[in-house]
């Protein structure tokens, strides 16, 4: 899975991290972007024990070849 998101409350990134609980070991989630709440996402992805799950790749330029990399896009928020 990838989200290419502002990490901003509107974009809600916490429910999808929590998500990946409920989902199989197989799934992962990454991360593409940057803002003020990416630093207490990677600690609350520690805390959950998902940071082997959870991937912040921060600002990219190619996110074209991530979207192609993956089987899900997420496009969440408020």
Do not use: A, C, W
Not at 45 to 50: I, N, P
Not at 69 to 77: E, G, N, R, T
């Amino acid at each position: 899975m990838i989200q290419v998101p502002s990490f901003t409350t509107q974009k809600n990134q916490l429910t999808l991290i929590k998500s990946l609980k409920s989902l199989p070991e197989n799934y992962s989630l990454l991360l593409v972007g940057d803002g003020e709440l990416k630093s207490p996402y990677i600690n609350k992805t520690k805390e959950l024990g998902l940071d082997d799950r959870v991937h912040f790749y921060g600002i990219r330029k190619e996110v074209t070849k991530l979207f192609k990399s993956v089987d899900v896009v997420v496009l969440s928020s408020f």
